[in-house]
């Protein structure tokens, strides 16, 4: 973290980039391989780009090339160089960020929150900020080399679980309420109903009171769809 302290003071937003240790098509990369050459953060290098979740072909392409680096969403940066980039991209979120700022430390902290908080547009800081900065040759990458995941969806939760007794399944909440006859993957039970999987490999089951998921983990992630869907039914109250 040293050298991504030392990149940011020389004016640069810095991204920390993970080592890649398979080409997985679950993360988004950031493709960085010009040296800055600052003395004392030797393995900082210039961001080209950031490029969204791959196929799987894609990502081995990346892995093979050395110039990407998994986008873990973290940054170490000048507040005034982030703030300056989200004037110029999203001025709408930046006024009511900077209306809540100024309100921070006053008696009307809680109701400029309340009157504002829920007006803002909801765009991720990755298009507010990080990819126009990288365009405008702002935005640096420091290499990271340490277990990390992004814990965004079920098969993640499953990697970073032991499964139960070497079965090759996962399960989380009470495991007397799981029957499991030779499946892997994982299982959230918290319904209090018993569940009974048999002969399923790489399976993702989240049972609650009030609604029911079942997929393969490969294709864990496709639950913002699902999401989407229950939104458009007016469902919501069941997220």
């Given amino acids: 973290m040293t050298e991504a302290v030392i990149t940011a003071a020389s004016g640069k937003i810095v991204t920390i980039g993970i080592t890649p240790t398979e080409p997985s098509s679950a993360f988004g990369y950031i493709r960085a391989c010009t040296p800055l050459g600052l003395a004392h953060a030797p393995n900082a290098l210039a961001v080209e780009s950031f490029v969204e979740k791959p196929d799987s072909e894609t990502a081995q392409k990346y892995l093979d090339s050395g110039d990407y680096t998994w986008n873990a969403g973290m940054f170490v940066a000048p507040v005034s160089l982030m703030l300056q980039h989200l004037e110029k991209n999203e001025p709408e979120l930046y006024a009511g960020v900077m209306k809540i700022a100024k309100a921070w430390d006053t008696p009307e902290r809680e109701s400029i929150m309340d009157q504002t908080w829920g007006t803002l547009p909801k765009t991720a800081i990755d298009y507010a900020v990080a990819e126009p900065a990288a365009a405008a040759g702002d935005v640096a990458m420091v290499p990271g080399s340490f277990s990390w995941d992004d814990v965004g969806d079920f098969d993640a939760v499953a990697r970073l679980n032991q499964e139960k007794h070497g079965e090759g399944l996962t399960i989380l909440g009470d495991e007397d309420n799981v029957i499991n ?47 989407a869907e229950l939104k458009d039914r007016g469902l919501a109250d069941l997220l």
Avoid: H
Wanted: proline share 4%; net charge negative; charged share 25%.
């Fill in 181 to 227: 006859q030779g499946c892997s993957g994982i299982v959230v039970a918290n319904s209090n109903r018993k569940i009974s999987v048999i002969g399923l490999e790489d399976i993702v089951v989240v049972d609650t009171p009030d609604a029911l998921l079942v997929a393969p983990r490969e294709r864990a992630q496709a639950v913002k769809d699902t999401v």
